[in-house]
């Protein structure tokens, strides 16, 4: 009806009147809300009906792409496919109309292809091999270039120009943007390089100090890594920043189903002695040094059976009580089912300091992950620290002020 009084108007010569422009206005907005109408219609109701009937689908891009919103997106090109239809009837407001249309098409087309790289994104991720190639960051290179594309057809088709004409004078913006967007740039070559080298994967436990990082990483974009630390925060470092500084990757320490305990106690010096007999028997008594001690006089009774004298003997064929509480925490940690026997064991005494001297216990656990990890090494030291006094030992500890009142009482006593 609106376009037959806009056909009287005209042949009246009154489309110049404000009567004809009400009516191209009018037009116009019944032909968007017979579009809107249209899309409404599909995105509340067809498209809930769609995925009513696919929500017990194993499938799962069926709940990706209701996620990413990709049916109603594609709905929203529905208003300037009516309004095309209508575009004869637009007269002198035709060429106007079309490329406000032809912008809102450019504009929903970027949002959707946004989505479309989403799912990808998504679907790639249910796959393992996601964490080890992650493809996010060349996604985004192609989101980045679907954006300089489109943006410049967009602004091509409002001005009336090719969009050839626009390209070509981009060229000469390249060095004022590789200035402008330096870090972004960084942040592309860095992202290319750890994804080929994989330097660092989704996943992976790293630590870096300088960027107070020590946590998970949980994404790996275009420019930059974000990570959730252990603390419950999360820190985005440069994707730049993980190639020009050095930063600590626990993934092999997670593959090989091994951690590393490396950890000393502090031995008083005033305790270590050499075995007396009695010593000798009660260690033998411990089913973990009966068979070392057995061995242990054996061989010094060949060596006296060799010549050697009393002397001799006594001083350099004697058992100290701090080398058997080491052969014993050898001995304690290979039967010890947590952890690896098959990798170093070791048990060694470090270069004494003022606070004593160190017996650092070296072995890898069968835990990596932190709390079991932190459980068995805990478990291994209440050991030590409570055996250590069966061989005579005393552990050292700096005084304290319970250790004052005692000397001061002791001394009042006597």
Same mark, same amino acid.
């Given at each position: 009806m609106l376009s037959i009084l806009l056909d009287l108007l005209t042949n009246a010569g009154l489309s110049g009147s404000w009567l004809f422009v009400v009516a191209y206005f009018l037009l116009a907005i019944i032909v968007l809300v017979l579009g809107v109408g249209v899309s409404l219609l599909i995105q509340y109701v067809f498209i809930p009906l769609i995925f009513h009937l696919t929500k017990h689908s194993r499938l799962r891009i069926f709940g990706i792409i209701r996620k990413r919103r990709i049916l109603e997106r594609m709905t929203l090109l529905l208003p300037p496919f009516v309004f095309y239809l209508a575009s004869d009837t637009y007269g002198k407001y035709t060429l106007l109309l079309t490329?406000?249309?032809?912008?809102?098409?450019?504009? +929903?087309?970027?949002?959707?292809?946004?989505?479309?790289?989403?799912?990808?994104?998504?679907?790639?991720?249910?796959?393992?091999?996601?964490?080890?190639?992650?493809?996010?960051?060349f996604l985004q290179i192609i989101e980045l270039v679907i954006v300089i594309v489109f943006s410049t057809v967009m602004i091509a088709s409002w001005i009336g120009e090719s969009p050839a004409v626009l390209l070509g004078g981009i060229g000469a913006f390249t060095a004022l943007l590789s200035v402008i967007f330096k870090d972004t740039l960084?942040?592309?070559?860095?992202?290319?390089?750890?994804?080929?080298n994989d330097m660092v994967r989704i996943g992976d436990?790293?630590?870096?100090?300088?960027?107070?990082?020590?946590? #998970? +990483? #949980?994404?790996?974009?275009?420019?930059?890594?974000?990570?959730?630390?252990?603390?419950?925060?999360?820190?985005? +470092?440069?994707?730049?920043?993980?190639?020009?500084?050095?930063?600590?990757?626990?993934?092999?320490?997670?593959?090989?189903?091994?951690?590393?305990?490396?950890?000393? +106690?502090?031995?008083?010096? #005033?305790?270590?002695?050499?075995?007396s007999e009695s010593m000798l028997v009660r260690f033998a008594s411990n089913p973990l040094l009966g068979d070392y001690i057995h061995a242990k006089r054996t061989e010094f009774?060949?060596?006296?059976?060799?010549?050697?004298?009393?002397?001799?003997?006594?001083?350099?064929?004697?058992?100290?009580?701090?080398?058997?509480?080491?052969?014993y925490l050898e001995e304690y940690l290979r039967r010890n089912s947590q952890i690896h026997d098959d990798m170093t064991i070791l048990v060694r005494q470090l270069p004494a300091e003022n606070r004593g001297l160190p017996m650092e216990i070296y072995c890898f656990s069968r835990e990596t992950d932190w709390i079991p990890y932190e459980n068995i090494q805990s478990d291994i030291f209440d050991h030590i620290y409570a055996v250590a006094p069966f061989f005579d030992l005393r552990l050292f500890q700096e005084p304290t002020g319970h250790d004052m009142r005692g000397n001061s009482n002791r001394s009042q006593d006597t």
């Open positions: 490329r406000i249309a032809d912008i809102y098409i450019i504009l +929903v087309l970027i949002f959707l292809l946004h989505s479309i790289l989403n799912v990808i994104d998504d679907v790639y991720r249910t796959y393992e091999v996601s964490k080890k190639r992650p493809i996010k960051g960084l942040g592309f070559v860095a992202g290319i390089q750890l994804t080929s436990w790293i630590e870096m100090p300088k960027y107070s990082v020590d946590g #998970t +990483v #949980t994404d790996i974009t275009l420019i930059s890594v974000k990570i959730n630390n252990f603390d419950h925060t999360s820190t985005t +470092v440069p994707a730049y920043a993980l190639v020009t500084d050095s930063f600590k990757n626990w993934r092999d320490m997670t593959a090989s189903g091994s951690r590393r305990i490396k950890r000393a +106690v502090y031995i008083d010096m #005033t305790s270590i002695m050499f075995c009774a060949a060596h006296r059976n060799k010549g050697a004298t009393a002397e001799q003997s006594s001083e350099h064929r004697r058992l100290t009580n701090i080398g058997v509480f080491r052969v």
